[in-house]
């Protein structure tokens, strides 16, 4: 059996400590490389994984079955849109693109393309998480809270912050709920600095 090809964009701070770890040492695929548009920063990302440096998408794309996407949300819409037109998977960091329409012509064309467009909650794969699931799933809860805590700033913008950071938090509560859940209360918080 051919083992899968995995490529990865974006190889910043989440693909770092949270993917790159994990897709390097499993022996059910094989991680052909890396690309992002800084190469300088790119080629030392991928020398320490071991993996190639593509210096352009396309390249990427033509040695991969399927792809992770780490770069910018802004960036999303032109990166996935691009993989799935040449019949690649792709695996995107919440949120799928940064405007509404943008993510409903995704999944078109990921439907189009007959390819796997996979939007990553990666709070759902984390173990306490998956063990709380569980629980409720057995024994539901009458609410459920969730906090977030930021030491650093939280984003240019409010709507930056809800969309790429605050989204997990909304997610992961619907999620342990079942999809049945209703907010009752929120509150953001900022210090003095507004961060």
């Not at 992770?68 to 799928?96: C, I, M, N, R």
């Not at 993510?103 to 939007?119: C, R, T």
């Not at 794969?125 to 629980?135: D, E, N």
Request: net charge positive.
């Amino acid at each position: 059996m051919t083992k899968l090809r995995i490529g990865v964009v974006g190889l910043g701070g989440i693909a770092q400590k949270a993917y790159l770890p994990i897709l390097s040492h499993a022996e059910q695929w094989t991680l052909v490389g890396g690309f992002s548009p800084n190469q300088q920063k790119a080629q030392a990302v991928c020398d320490s994984y071991r993996m190639n440096c593509f210096s352009r998408l396309d390249e990427l794309a033509a040695q991969s079955d399927a792809v992770f996407v780490h770069s910018s949300t802004a960036s999303h819409f032109e990166v996935v849109s691009q993989l799935l037109k040449v019949g690649v998977h792709v695996y995107v960091d919440k949120p799928l693109a940064a405007e509404l329409d943008q993510a409903e012509q995704l999944i078109e064309l990921a439907e189009k393309s007959g390819k796997s467009l996979m939007v990553g909650f990666n709070r759902r794969f984390a173990p306490r998480y998956r063990q709380l699931h569980q629980q409720l799933q057995q024994q539901p809860a009458a609410s459920l809270r969730m906090d977030k805590h930021r030491s650093d700033s939280v984003g240019h913008n409010l709507r930056f912050t809800l969309l790429d950071d605050y989204l997990h938090v909304v997610d992961t509560a619907l999620w342990l709920a079942g999809g049945d859940a209703k907010l009752l209360s929120g509150q953001i918080t900022a210090n003095a600095s507004s961060r």
